[in-house]
């Protein structure tokens, strides 16, 4: 059954959003008022370079987006971990870390975002 799962770091700056509704499973996180340098838009006209996606296997991607995944969802205090389905999270207070299912993922936060 289609599930929509959204939950958010205690200050609130990082936000995120598990779905398989459209099929797939996809994670996104978005991160407030980044100050690290954000990639180029690469044809972007929306807001970039302040949020990651990925899938159940792959590595994660910039999303270009027009809403946000901030401000919703429960808290997932520091130094707790959430799993569903394909996806691991970890809030760290340096950020969050998200894997999924094939080992790849992405650490966020405001002054640093690292993909692999």
Known sequence: SATLIQFRSPTGKIGCVATNMDGPYNLR?????PTFTPPARGGCDLDNGDSFSMSAKGR?????????????GRVLGYGRTWSWGPFTCTMRTSGIRCI?????GFTLS???A???
């Open 60 to 72: 994660p991607v910039w999303t270009c987006h027009g809403d946000t995944a901030l401000g919703a």
């Open 110 to 112: 405001q002054q640093r």
């Open 29 to 33: 996180c978005d991160v407030q008022s």
């Open 100 to 104: 999924n299912r094939s080992g790849n």
């Open 114 to 116: 690292r993909r692999w």
